[in-house]
């Protein structure tokens, strides 16, 4: 996809309302940890700082959203992702179109990269 928006709104209109409803659903279980979380497009996708320092990415697919917290982020919550059969790599998971975003989990994961970065800021 090439990069002809300016911020995740204009991102997210990109794509059919079933992607759009996922990923708003998505940014908002994100914003629901701290709802002024700093916006903005990095490497081609929505974007979350946490005290000037990249949180998560997330982004929309045919068939699957993506969501970006790092390798750590992946690592530490790697169980959770067999247990509910999402692909995984080393720094991303997909959350099939055809389920709920698992937003508790989400929460979570943005939860542990809040602290992961305010761990290596002290």
Known sequence: MKNTFKNSNEYILLFPDEIQQKLIELREAIHAEIPDLEEYIGYQMPAFR????????????????????????????EKDFREKNYKFSKGAVQFPIDQDIPVELVQKIVQFRISEIDQKKS
């Open 50 to 77: 946490y005290k000037g320092k990249p949180l998560v990415y997330f982004a929309g697919y045919k068939n699957h959203i993506g969501f970006y917290p790092g390798a750590e982020g992946i690592r530490i919550f």
